[in-house]
Each structure stands twice: as structure tokens, then as C-alpha cells.
């Protein structure tokens, strides 16, 4: 039979809660575990939080991250006029950080960004520098000259019926994500990357030890 729209409350899924604090859904229906989406809705609680918390913030949510990133593609420039860094949420489990994305290096290694950045990233267990496919900051890297990065948002197991969130992960990046910004401040740490596309197997490192691609 075909299914009433998702939207209908009696279709919604069900989040549950296991012993662990880690949440996942399940359809209201089957009672069979199901994806929750927690990406992409683990970063948007995260960036909520800290818009919360934060007297001067601003944030975007951008549509079609999954497909190639088309909102961040067609994003209006002036918004951008202000911007010092951009933080995103958007990398997986609770240590995995984005060294570059879809083949461009998202901060200078040994700039003052990361110098004020990975201290704190190394503090709470975010030490595992990887390089990755696509994100939004990918997109905004190539566009503009702000340094960026991607945060682990502590969701497990994406696009999958076993995808789960764990909350202690989430309350761990949104202490980074305060702690970075009050580090950073509120100026700008400008960072070009270098043109064209950077192969993800020879993007080379001398401080921070990838463990994904090579090294």
C-alpha cells in the first residue's frame, strides 16, 4: 500500500533514547530501527546551541548539502562580507576533523588559526585529521578567503538504518565550538588556498598526522 506523506504525525518516527544517551529513531509503524538523520541534524542543534550562548554569531543552513552542496554554491556573497572563519559540524563520530575537503586544504597548517584551534581540538579528543569527499565548507573554501573547518557533530553510522547520535559527543562540540570562538575572537584569519584542485592522495601534511588517504 502507499504510505500517507511522512509529514502525518502518525508516520513521524520516534526518537528513542537507549542507557547510553545515544538517541536513535525508530518507525512508528515497523518498530524496526531507522535512519535519524542525525546528519545533517546533529550540526544544526549544535549551531543552535551555540547561537544561543554566543553574543555575536551568525550561521547558515544551507539546502542540498548531501547533493553536491547546491544551497552553499548559490549562496548570495554579501553575507559573507563579515565573516572572520567558518566552523561547520558536519564530520562524523566524536574525533574525526576535516583537514581538507573534496581536495582543498581548509586552514593554514601552521597559521594562527590553528595555533589557537588545535590545542583546544586536542583537549577534547578532536584529533584525528582526516581528508573528505564534500561538505559546505568545501563549497565556501573555493569561494572566498576565510579560513575553515569541520567539526565532528558525534553522529554514527550516517545515511544508514543504524545511524545513531550520541549526546555526550554533541555536548562535546558545543563546548569546543564555544571555547574556539572565544579563542578566535572576532576577526578574520584569511586563508587562500591554493587554486584548482588538490588531489585528496597528495595533499601532504608536517604537523598534524592524517590517518585517512595517507599522510
Not at 553522529?155 to 538504518?161: E, F, G, L, R, T
Amino acid at each position: 500500500r502507499v504510505r500517507p506523506p511522512s509529514t502525518s504525525p502518525e508516520y513521524l518516527p520516534c526518537i528513542v533514547q537507549d542507557d547510553k544517551g545515544c538517541l536513535y529513531a525508530v518507525d512508528p509503524v515497523t518498530r524496526k530501527q531507522i535512519g535519524c538523520g542525525g546528519d545533517d541534524k546533529a550540526g544544526v542543534f549544535i549551531c543552535l546551541e551555540l547561537l544561543a550562548s554566543q553574543p555575536v554569531l551568525k550561521a547558515a543552513f544551507f539546502w542540498g548539502e548531501e547533493v553536491y552542496c547546491k544551497g552553499s554554491q548559490a549562496a548570495g556573497p554579501e553575507f559573507f562580507e563579515d565573516v572572520g572563519y567558518c566552523i561547520e559540524f558536519d564530520s562524523p563520530q566524536c574525533d574525526i576533523v576535516s583537514y581538507s575537503c573534496d581536495g582543498v586544504q581548509l586552514f593554514e597548517e601552521h597559521g594562527a588559526f590553528a595555533k589557537m584551534a588545535v590545542p583546544i581540538l586536542d583537549i577534547h579528543g578532536m584529533n584525528r585529521w582526516q581528508n573528505h569527499p564534500y561538505t559546505d565548507v568545501a563549497v565556501l573554501k573555493r569561494r572566498f578567503d576565510f579560513t575553515c573547518i569541520n567539526l565532528p557533530a558525534g553522529y554514527y553510522y550516517m545515511h544508514s538504518n543504524s545511524e545513531i547520535v550520541n549526546m555526550t559527543d554533541v555536548a562535546n562540540a558545543i563546548i569546543v565550538g564555544n571555547k574556539m570562538i572565544e579563542a578566535l575572537g572576532y576577526k578574520k584569519y584569511p586563508f587562500t588556498h591554493e587554486w584548482g584542485y588538490i588531489a585528496e592522495t597528495d595533499r601532504k601534511t608536517t604537523g598534524l598526522v592524517l590517518d585517512y588517504y595517507g599522510s
